[in-house]
């Protein structure tokens, strides 16, 4: 795992799909592009069942 420092959110949009009211929760994440100093992100959130919960997309600002 590597961090990429102190970012501002420029964008974020989550979907909720379904709840999830009991067991454990998992989420992934990924980078969708990273550039100079604008990133794209995106997660999801899974159930305890392994269905997706939720899915949402941000765009982050480098702050030096």
Do not use: C, H
């Amino acid at each position: 795992r590597k961090t990429i420092g102190p970012a501002i959110t420029i964008e974020m949009k989550t979907q909720y799909l379904r709840s999830v009211a009991k067991g454990i929760a998992t989420v992934e994440g990924r980078f969708i592009k990273k550039g100079r100093s604008i990133n794209f992100m995106e997660s999801r959130l899974f159930g305890d069942d392994g269905k997706l919960a939720a899915t949402t997309t941000a765009t982050f600002k480098l702050v030096d």
